[in-house]
């Protein structure tokens, strides 16, 4: 990877230089949301995210957060599984689990329940319903992490540090 000379500011470019334009208001409709995730493929880890098109950073709702729409479909599950970043879940409709923790406490949510996910902290969701999916509205700082440079993942014991550039070697 080439090393590059840096460059040295006064600190008055640097303020006008890091300044950015306000975000304005966003609204997404639900019975748009409804009809995208009808019409997407499904991922039991995320099928949508609630993006602001006009944002510097537009797969994200606000500067270093975003929000995925998670659908587990009926008796679906994820893996145990920990991260760099938080989650905050609010149940949109439907019921099932989260485990929480090395001992994977489960912990039963309905419709209308928040559940906090520190970084680091091994969870997995539920939809134990024969008949109905579980939607989660999924709050995270995801985006934050990877302009960081921190966006790390571990599954089944292994640690995966993402990273977008391809001649970054992930570990």
């Not at 905050?88 to 912990?107: F, N, P, T």
Request: aromatic residues 8%; without cysteine; negative net charge.
């Amino acid at each position: 990877m080439p090393i590059t000379q840096g460059d040295i500011l006064e600190f008055s470019s640097y303020l006008e230089q890091t300044a950015r334009p306000s975000q304005d208001a966003v609204v997404w409709k639900w019975h748009e949301v409804a009809a995208a995730l009808a019409s997407r493929p499904h991922n039991v880890q995320g099928t949508l995210v609630l993006a602001d098109g006009e944002a510097i950073d537009r797969a994200t709702i606000a500067p270093g957060l975003s929000l995925v729409i998670q659908v587990l479909k009926a008796g679906e599950t994820t893996k145990p599984h920990r991260h760099s970043f938080w989650h905050l879940y609010i149940v949109r409709s439907g019921s099932g689990e989260v485990s929480l923790g090395a001992d994977l406490r489960r912990q039963r949510l309905v419709e209308g329940d928040v559940s906090f996910v520190p970084a680091w902290y091994t969870h997995a969701v539920h939809n134990l319903q024969d008949d109905a999916s579980l939607v989660l509205f999924r709050l995270q700082n995801l985006p934050q992490n990877a302009s960081l440079g921190t966006l790390a993942r571990e599954d089944d014991g292994r640690l995966k540090h993402i990273y977008a550039r391809k001649d970054l070697v992930a570990i």
